[in-house]
Structures are given as C-alpha cells and as structure tokens.
T-cell receptor, first 113, second 109 residues
Framework: DAGVIQSPRHEVTEMGQEVTLRCKPISGHNSLFWYRQTMMRGLELLIYFNNNVPIDDSGMPEDRFSAKMPNASFSTLKIQPSEPRDSAVYFC???????????FGPGTRLTVL | GIQVEQSPPDLILQEGANSTLRCNFS?????LQWFHQNPWGQLINLFY???GTKQNGRLSATTVATERYSLLYISSSQSTDSGVYFCAVVYSGNTPLVFGKGTRLSVIA
C-alpha cells in the first residue's frame, strides 16, 4: 500500500489567495483526519470524517477553512482567503476504526507570504 | 477531562545510551500508539499497543492498561533516534486520537 498520500508537499502562496490541500487515504480506511502543526500550538485536529461524513469540525479555526470528502478515496482542505498565520504543516491521516492503527501522510508545508 | 501526559518533556542522550519514555492516560483506552516525529517532520508509526509488550529492533514498548500507562524503551540510542516521540490514545468508540505533548529527544555524539 502506498500509505496516505498528500499533495502538494510544499505550497507557497500570497496572502489572499485560495489554497487547496489534497489527501488520499489508505484504501479501505473509514476515517480521515486533518491536522495542523505549528511551533506555537503543536499538533491540532481540525476536522475528521467517518465514512465520508464530517463528524467534528470544531477544530477548524474559522470560516476561511473548509473541508470536503466527496468519496472514500479523496479529501480536500481549502483555505480562502489565506493569511500569513495559516502558515503551518498540514497533515492528513486515516485509519479503519477507533481501535485500529492510524497512519499519517507526509504533510503539506504551507507558507503564506 | 481527557488527559495524556508524557514525561520527560525533553531528554538529551549520549549515543549508545538507553532511555525510557513514559505515557500516562486518564481512562481505559481501546487504542494506544507511539509515533516518532523525525527532524524532517515526518510522523512515523512506532507501535500500536493498547496492551502488552512489543519489540521492534532497538525499540520496545509496554502498555499496562489496568494501571493506565505505557512505556517506550530505546536501547543503544543513535543520532537517527532524535526527534519528538508522541503517545496518543483513543478513549472510546471511533473518536480521534488524543495526543500527549511529546518528549523531545536529542541524541548527541
């Protein structure tokens, strides 16, 4: 298995631009998680999906952030408009169920100038 | 509330030394994982260990679920062991992992 796949691996954009991060979970996994990691705040859970349905988006910082999972093999995290404080590493992760092992993707390093 | 506490927060080791990292959790769990975040930022799975003992090379882990703690042992440490070690648990059902704040390990020559 290829593991969790994220793209792009690096993104540099200017303030105000739209940013779309993509994630392909491990085939057969039912849960997908989006995290953000910064030096100041550590690893934060933004949103998670079970069976393609968003379960808890309380970690999404504000309305500029949105996430979708149109099917079992694809999810997006969109930031519009982006701001410099959104600069962070964004991780996607997936697992089968709560009592199964969770795997992380390589992350997308986002820099907003 | 739900707590995952890791100790020590920071650790400096000489190459070849052994160490033990601890993770305490506040309730029964149905999933416990140890991750290593390497200096390049990758989150690597080390162990899935809600109970019992496992070994993988120089690393081993033990979870005593009844006493609500897990230990990660690193033997003969190498520079490649440097990074942050996270413990994370699932307390119930299909809820997200709850992460500890990590132990930052530096292995020096």
């Amino acid at each position: 298995d290829a593991g969790v796949i994220q793209s792009p691996r690096h993104e540099v954009t200017e303030m105000g631009q739209e940013v779309t991060l993509r994630c392909k979970p491990i085939s057969g996994h039912n849960s997908l998680f989006w995290y953000r990691q910064t030096m100041m705040r550590g690893l934060e859970l933004l949103i998670y999906f079970n069976n393609n349905v968003p379960i808890d988006d309380s970690g999404m910082p504000e309305d500029r952030f949105s996430a979708k999972m149109p099917n079992a093999s694809f999810s997006t995290l969109k930031i519009q408009p982006s701001e410099p404080r959104d600069s962070a590493v964004y991780f996607c992760a997936s697992r089968l169920t709560g009592d199964n092992e969770q795997f992380f993707g390589p992350g997308t390093r986002l820099t907003v100038l | 509330g739900i707590q995952v506490e890791q100790s020590p927060p920071d650790l400096i080791l000489q190459e070849g030394a052994n160490s033990t990292l601890r993770c305490n959790f506040s309730d029964s769990v149905n999933n416990l994982q140890w991750f290593h975040q390497n200096p390049w930022g990758q989150l690597i799975n080390l162990f899935y260990i809600p109970s019992g003992t496992k070994q993988n090379g120089r690393l081993s882990a033990t979870t005593v679920a009844t006493e609500r703690y897990s230990l990660l042992y690193i033997s003969s440490s190498q520079s490649t062991d440097s990074g942050v070690y996270f413990c994370a648990v699932v307390y119930s059902g299909n809820t997200p992992l709850v992460f500890g704040k990590g132990t930052r390990l530096s292995v020096i020559a």
